[in-house]
Structure formats: C-alpha cells, structure tokens
C-alpha cells in the first residue's frame, strides 16, 4: 500500500523557515519523480517543486532561490526546506510521487502525479 505522510507545517513570521518532510513506504520510492504542490485557499493546486530519481530538481519561478528540495533514499523521506518565507507561501502542502512517463516532461504538473499524501499546513504571517 503506497503511503505518503508529510509533516513540518506550522505558522512563522515573514522571512522565517520551515522545512517538511515526507515519509514514504509501499512503493520502489527511489525509482519514482517526487515534487512538493501547494494549494492555497481559492486556488489551484501548484507545483513547487520536484526532485527526479537521479536527484535532478525543477522549481517553481515564485519559489526557485528560496526553497530546496532533497530526498534521503536511506530514510525513504522527501524534505522541502523553506526560508525567506512569504505571506504567499500560506498554504496546503502536499507531497506527491509519480510512476508516469509524464513527470518527465511536465515535472510540476498535478496531472503527472498518481500518488499523494495529506496536506500540511504552512501559514506566513506579516
């Protein structure tokens, strides 16, 4: 059974960081494109970003320079550091893996990811 399981939400001040994780168990993890979305009250589900399984990493422009996606294959958790954090960064966060050929060439799509975890929380006050 595939499951993912995100945490490290929380609320911070403008320009705080925060960093989650995702533990991950019931799939070849490592074999699999891994990427972070956000869904903010209103809006569409957003790729932010995604590590591919050979570490290579796509970013969102309105967060590449402030957010870091990592994955340790030991641990089977994905990470997704965040500093400089803004009051557009409040949202829902979710991990997500894919096994489609379609991450590959659409690598911050919703629709190229067939495996989620719930949401954590992450509020950025001014």
């Known amino acids: 059974q595939v499951q993912l399981v995100a945490a490290g939400g929380g609320s911070v001040q403008t320009g705080g960081s925060l960093r989650l994780s995702c533990v991950v168990s019931?799939?070849?993890?490592?074999?699999?494109?891994m990427a972070w979305f956000r869904q903010a009250p209103g809006k569409y589900r957003e790729g932010v970003a995604r590590?591919?399984?050979?570490?290579?990493?796509n970013y969102s422009d309105s967060v590449k320079g402030r957010f870091t996606i990592s994955k340790d294959n030991t641990k089977s958790t994905l990470y997704l550091q965040m500093n400089s954090l803004e009051p557009e960064d409040t949202a829902m966060y979710y991990c997500?893996?894919?096994?489609?050929?379609?991450?590959?060439?659409?690598?911050?799509?919703?629709?190229?990811?067939?495996?989620w975890g719930q949401g954590t929380q992450v509020t950025v006050s001014s």
């Open positions: 997500a893996a894919s096994s489609l050929r379609r991450a590959w060439g659409f690598p911050l799509s919703v629709a190229s990811y067939n495996n």
């Open positions: 019931g799939f070849p993890y490592t074999t699999y494109s």
């Open positions: 590590i591919d399984s050979d570490g290579n990493t």
